[in-house]
């Protein structure tokens, strides 16, 4: 166990999520089943009035995880003085591989499902009559389920990291000639696949945020629920395609013409090299995340007394998508053309 000040908040925040959503999933999953088999008004005001605490839990902890996954982060950083051959935090990573691996796996799901749950319950707020009362306690059920999942792991890791462990650096993995961020794209459009990916990377960024531009104007238009969700749902997909393809840039392309090193192709080498890059990244990901938030509560939550509110939240969710993707698509290029 390494204690740095980075991993015993780490190591706090865990054990207290882990805690007050367990609790607040178990109690979530109760209320909601007693919503839905709730007969009369004054049984569903009960439990309305019941969930309070719950909800007021839930916002407060929620709220706080949304900062986990940079911190974690911050906690491996941290970490990289004390891991033999470590250079990065790649080194790190290769401590306890499978625990990390899984971990950094969960964080996107875990941050996007708390955003998603965040904004429901906020949606719900500027109702009357909490239209949306037993959706989002069984949203919360299973997002306090991958929370506490995630706390597990980052506690667990936390502790078993060791000093002084002898590690590998990235460069045995990131810049061999067979590494598959190399391999797939060279075996399907040949050797000038830096040129393509570059090319495809500003062309998918662009058409994106366009067609969010266009569906911020025509979120009222479109009245039927099967189309509006359609239209969602396709441009969800577009952004998890984008953020596919920008990762897959960044390695091949960017990162390494960034730092100024042409053949080294580790992301966590461009966060520690060129640190305001993790702004860039935030951006990018918050931008790819409101699309899918979009989606979300369009899918969970019009009904008729969220129809108004519905359609204002996802006019600023594309509205703030398209900012963040455009911020970070210029911090990017100031970046190249700096480099």
């Not at 000038?192 to 238009?221: D, H, S």
């Not at 577009?238 to 390494?256: G, I, M, R, S, Y």
């Not at 007394?305 to 100031?334: I, K, P, Q």
Request: charge should be positive.
């Amino acid at each position: 166990m390494i204690l740095t000040v980075f991993s015993i908040t780490e190591i706090f925040i865990g054990v207290v999520s882990m805690i007050l959503m367990g609790w607040a999933g178990v109690f979530a999953l109760m209320l909601a089943l007693r919503w839905r088999s709730a007969s009369t008004a004054e049984q569903r005001l009960e439990v309305e009035n019941r969930s309070h605490l719950v909800l007021l839990t839930a916002v407060v902890v929620l709220g706080i995880r949304l900062l986990n996954w940079p911190l974690f982060y911050a906690a491996l950083q941290s970490f990289v003085p004390d891991i033999d051959g470590a250079m990065c935090i790649f080194g790190v990573t290769q401590v306890k591989r499978l625990l990390t691996g899984v971990s950094e796996l969960l964080k996107p799901i875990s941050f996007f499902l708390i955003g998603a749950w965040l904004l429901l319950h906020l949606l719900d707020q500027k109702t009357q009559t909490s239209p949306l009362m037993g959706k989002k306690l069984l949203f919360l059920s299973f997002t306090a389920a991958v929370v506490v999942a995630e706390s597990l792991l980052d506690i667990l890791l936390m502790l078993q990291i060791a000093p002084g462990t002898l590690v590998s650096c990235c460069t045995t993995v990131t810049d061999i000639l067979e590494r598959p961020t190399r391999l797939f794209p060279q075996a399907a459009v040949g050797p000038r696949y830096e040129f393509l990916l570059g090319t495809v990377y500003y062309g998918g960024n662009i058409v994106l945020m366009i067609l969010l531009v266009v569906a911020m104007r025509r979120v009222k238009a479109v009245s039927s629920p099967g189309g509006r969700r359609l239209l969602g749902g396709a441009l969800f997909l577009c952004a998890v395609l984008n953020a596919a393809l920008f990762v897959l840039t960044q390695v091949e392309v960017h990162a390494p013409r960034i730092m100024g090193l042409p053949f080294h192709h580790c992301l966590y080498c461009l966060w520690q090299y060129v640190p305001d890059a993790i702004l860039m990244y935030l951006l990018f990901v918050l931008g790819t995340s409101a699309v899918g938030w979009a989606f979300i509560l369009d899918f969970f939550a019009r009904t008729g007394e969220t129809a108004g509110a519905l359609s204002a939240f996802m006019r600023a969710l594309y509205g703030f998508s398209v900012f963040c993707l455009a911020a970070s698509l210029v911090m990017n290029t100031v970046h190249l053309l700096a480099a």
